[in-house]
């Protein structure tokens, strides 16, 4: 039987759940994977607080050199949570010839190289299949299962708190404000909620999902973001009408060396498999040369779902040496390999608030025209104030054209409430 002596670098939320999971496994991974697991010791900041039962005192600490110092700890479990001082606990970890394993998606993103490079360095396994996704094995799938493609495209609900807000939004009719507040009370959405609702948390797991996908490095500040804060009743109200959902959508596409990467709300076609994904559950949609099309659907969050994907990275962790994987040559940047572009097409959503005047709408049709865009569906939902508002669905057109025909419109007559993007 194999011994392994783990350390972990915070205890909140997930490292209980990890503990938790490993006490009701210990005897199906003994007897299935030969291996004894202990857990030595736990950073945390505070050694007083109440915590779980599997959690014993004994094993808590707040000096991080009793878990980075241990020459009898060979893998390191990371969620802490935040950039720093994660990183560069993960970093000493790795050079000291530890393995890794991480859930903690923005230290991953933002610290990417070095961390990779220490892994190869030392020889010692990185491991962050917890980073995106909770509990779905994507990280393990683009690394190994899907070799054998040329991966195209990728669209995925990643972030659960902005999916469960969408969600009852539409299915509730509720406005943001108070399915927020709802969502903070039951504990999904998190007090301070920008880095969910802004699309930052979003963009991490986006830069390491389209990284491993394209073989490319893909950093963060080169993927667009857009939140979902300006997102409202009547934009889902007139969506629905049209047959579409509105989601958070983080979407990354390759087309030879041009690389597109967004995180933004979307017009989701009702018929699309994303548009079924509901509430806190996230997906990830793919499209590959070889396998065409797939979904990996599951608990992107939480306790439990999370500890599964990182105990059986620690599984690996324990069984493997110089797992050290990457799909790509680790550089600072953008990998030279690809750029990003500068322009994307496809179709659009506007919803312009117009005054009631006789020729309005030919002035707006006159505008789209002159950028070329064409126009698939108009709608007249409602009467407002002292004027109308239409929606207005165009066939593919360059974001830049839509940007300039907006540009143009008269505003003394026309009003733009919301521009968002229609995934086909
Ligand atoms: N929550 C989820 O559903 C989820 C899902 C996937 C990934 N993740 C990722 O998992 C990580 C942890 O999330 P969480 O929800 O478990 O967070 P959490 O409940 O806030 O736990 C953080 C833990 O780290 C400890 N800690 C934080 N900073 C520290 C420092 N400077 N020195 C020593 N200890 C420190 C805290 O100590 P105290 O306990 O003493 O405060 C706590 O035990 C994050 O990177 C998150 O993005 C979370």
Redesign the pocket.
């Known amino acids: 039987m194999k011994k392994v002596i783990v350390g972990l ?9 990890v503990v938790k999971l490993i006490a009701q496994m210990r005897e199906d991974i003994r007897r299935h994977y030969q291996l004894e697991i202990e857990v030595r010791r ?6 007083e ?1 109440k ?1 779980i039962p599997e959690v014993p005192a004994s094993i808590l600490t ?1 000096d ?1 050199d009793q878990v980075l110092n241990d020459p009898d700890i060979s893998v390191v479990l990371e ?4 950039e720093q ?2 990183a560069d606990y993960m970093a000493r970890a790795l050079r000291a010839g530890k393995s890794v394993v ?6 991953l993103a933002l610290h990417w190289p070095e961390l990779q490079r220490a892994a190869e360095e030392s020889g010692s396994g990185f491991y962050y299949e ?2 995106v996704g ?1 509990a779905m094995p994507i990280i393990r799938m683009l690394q190994s299962s899907l070799q054998a493609n040329h991966i195209t495209r990728l669209s995925a609900i990643i972030n ?1 708190t902005t999916n469960y807000l969408l969600t009852r939004m539409t299915d509730e009719g509720m406005d943001y404000q108070t399915v927020l507040a709802d969502a903070q009370r039951l504990g999904l959405a998190e007090p301070d909620p920008a880095a969910d609702v802004e699309g930052e ?1 979003a963009s991490y797991k986006l830069s390491i999902l389209s990284s491993l996908a394209f073989h490319a490095h893909i950093p963060v500040s080169d993927i667009q973001r857009e939140g979902m804060t300006h997102i409202s009743q009547v934009d889902i109200k007139c969506a629905g009408d049209m047959g579409y959902v509105i989601k958070l959508v983080a979407s990354a596409s390759r087309e030879e060396d041009v690389v597109d990467a967004f995180v933004s709300p979307v017009l989701v076609p009702k018929i699309h498999p994303l548009a079924s994904v509901k509430g806190a559950f996230n997906a990830v949609y793919l499209h590959g040369h070889a396998f065409d099309d797939m979904m990996i659907y599951g608990r ?4 439990a ?2 500890a599964s994907a990182i105990v059986s990275d620690l599984i690996c962790a324990a069984q493997e040496s110089n797992a050290a994987s990457s799909t790509f040559e680790v550089v600072e940047g953008l990998s030279e390999s690809v750029r990003m572009a500068q322009d994307r097409t496809c179709a659009f959503y506007l919803r312009l608030q117009v005054k009631d005047n006789p020729g309005v709408l030919a002035h707006v049709a006159s505008c789209l025209s002159g950028q070329k865009v064409s126009v698939r569906a108009l709608q007249q939902p409602q009467g407002s104030g002292d004027g109308a508002q239409i929606t207005i669905l165009t066939h593919p057109a360059a974001e830049s054209s839509i940007r300039k025909a907006v540009s143009a419109f008269d505003a003394e007559l026309v009003t733009v409430m919301n521009v968002l993007r229609v995934e086909e």
Do not use: E, Q, W
């Open positions: 670098l915070g205890c909140g939320n997930i490292g209980s759940g736990a950073l945390v900041r505070s050694t607080k915590r707040n991080p969620f802490l949570g935040g001082p994660a991480t859930a903690n998606k923005m230290a917890a980073s909770g659960g948390d992107g969050a939480g306790s779902p999370t």
